[in-house]
């Protein structure tokens, strides 16, 4: 769930996405100060919150993070405006520390390499990366399913080359990090580096 929030240029309205809308064309149903998007399937992908600044106070912009009981506070507003449905409560941190427990070529392709990667409290992702750096044995940075990067891309799900793909092993001018190397090549982090614990983008 990415909660995304700029007053200068939407307006004081906080977006919620809540799942890939595949590029398929999005319907919103409004009720008072809450809309709810669906995409063409039907499924929920997001919900936006009108004049948010009035029950929730916001800090920060581009995304930001909600504490559970503002996300309470959410699910209040959609129940009084008359919606049924409700978000969940997943404020586990979506960009962290990884560990690259194997690395195998990718049966379809010479440069991309799958992976299963360590992203904490025993939670191994399937990944396929594209670096050439990518190896067993690194720490890196792994944005999981339902990540905004610093640019506003959304991180879900995919399929490449026919392996399916939960994530992306980032490169440190994807994280928008100071100084980034001009080089190609995913970030490589010291050992000592904590798997699961978040890590600060954009800095």
Not at 57 to 68: D, F, P, S
Not at 85 to 104: H, N, R, S
Not at 117 to 141: D, F, S
């Amino acid at each position: 769930m990415i909660f995304a929030y700029n007053k200068e240029y939407v307006g004081d309205t906080l977006i919620v996405i809540t799942a890939d809308d595949k590029g398929l064309e999005q319907t919103a149903e409004r009720k008072g100060n809450v809309a709810q998007i669906k995409n063409e399937e039907g499924t929920i992908v997001g919900w936006n919150f009108f004049h948010i600044s009035d029950t929730v106070a916001i800090e920060g912009n581009g995304q930001v993070v909600l504490t559970k009981q503002q996300v309470e506070t959410l699910n209040r507003l959609i129940t009084e405006a008359g919606f049924t449905e409700q978000l969940a409560i997943d404020l586990e941190p979506k960009i962290v520390v990884g560990y690259v427990k194997t690395c195998e070529p990718h049966p379809d392709s010479d440069h991309l390499s799958v992976t299963e990667t360590e992203v904490g409290e025993g939670e191994v992702l399937q990944i396929v990366c594209g670096a050439a750096n990518i190896r067993k044995g690194l720490k890196v940075v792994v944005a999981k399913p339902g990540a905004m990067m610093p640019d506003g891309l959304l991180i879900w799900p995919g399929t490449l080359r026919g392996v399916d793909s939960y994530g992306m092993i980032c490169s440190a001018r994807e994280l928008h990090l100071a100084n980034a190397p001009l080089k190609k090549g995913i970030l490589e982090l010291p050992q000592d580096a904590v798997v699961g614990e978040a890590f600060p983008v954009g800095k």
